[in-house]
T-cell receptor, first 116, second 116 residues
Framework: EAGVTQSPTHLIKTRGQQATLRCSPI?????VYWYQQALGLGLQFLLW???????NRGNFPPRFSGRQFPNYSSELNVNALELEDSALYLC???????????????FGAGSRLTVL | AQKITQTQPGMFVQEKEAVTLDCTYD???????LFWYKQPSSGEMIFLIY??????QNATEGRYSLNFQKARKSANLVISASQLGDSAMYFC?????????????FGTGTRLLVSP
């Protein structure tokens, strides 16, 4: 079974540009989550999508946005890039189950965004 | 609001010894799940072990065990017989089950170095 795949692996942009990151979940998983991990820091929750809908959003400005496609893959867009957006962006997927406490998030290897 | 605290920025252990990584949490909800993830230098988050708040016994998975003390709100990870490949960042995370929000809240992590 293929795991969560993310692309690109690395991305270099300059301030003010836009970045698009992509994520393909594990087959059968309907939920996709995006996290930001700045250098030396923990994971900060960005967005959660399920069945094509945005279910929850972290404390990030509106220039961080995304969507989930009918095949459950997802895209994260970051507009008007700033230097502090440089980070590892991790995508995870899971089966959505409200009563399932042990619902494990499976992560991809991440996309490293560098803003110059 | 949920909060995860990992007070050990770094830990050192010799190969074949056991090590305990600390994690305390704070939540007002009676139902929650606790997770530990390992992040090698490659960046991918690897799920290690899960403990539900109502689980009677401490979780174990191979060399990993979780020392769950509900009254103290702690969920320490114990790695027995450390191996060189255990060198990585370790993150404790929790999910609030009742809200239905499937996102995980992560601690800041502990870097474990295993020496020969």
């Amino acid at each position: 079974e293929a795991g969560v795949t993310q692309s690109p692996t690395h991305l270099i942009k300059t301030r003010g540009q836009q970045a698009t990151l992509r994520c393909s979940p594990i087959s059968g998983h309907t939920s996709v989550y995006w996290y930001q991990q700045a250098l030396g820091l923990g994971l900060q929750f960005l967005l959660w999508y399920d069945e094509g809908e945005e279910r929850n959003r972290g404390n990030f400005p509106p220039r961080f946005s995304g969507r989930q496609f009918p095949n459950y893959s997802s895209e994260l867009n970051v507009n008007a890039l700033e230097l502090e957006d440089s980070a590892l962006y991790l995508c995870a997927s899971s089966l959505y189950g409200r009563s399932s406490g042990a619902n494990v998030l499976t992560f991809g290897a991440g996309s490293r965004l560098t803003v110059l | 609001a949920q909060k995860i605290t990992q007070t050990q920025p770094g830990m050192f252990v010799q190969e074949k010894e056991a090590v305990t990584l600390d994690c305390t949490y704070d939540t007002s909800d009676p139902s929650y799940g606790l997770f530990w993830y390992k992040q090698p230098s490659s960046g991918e988050m690897i799920f290690l072990i899960y403990q539900g708040s109502y689980d009677q016994q401490n979780a174990t998975e191979g060399r990993y065990s979780l020392n769950f003390q509900k009254a103290r709100k702690s969920a320490n990870l114990v790695i027995s017989a450390s191996q060189l490949g255990d060198s990585a960042m370790y993150f404790c995370a929790m999910r609030d089950i009742n809200t239905g929000f499937q996102k995980l809240v992560f601690g800041t992590g502990t870097r474990l170095l295993v020496s020969p």
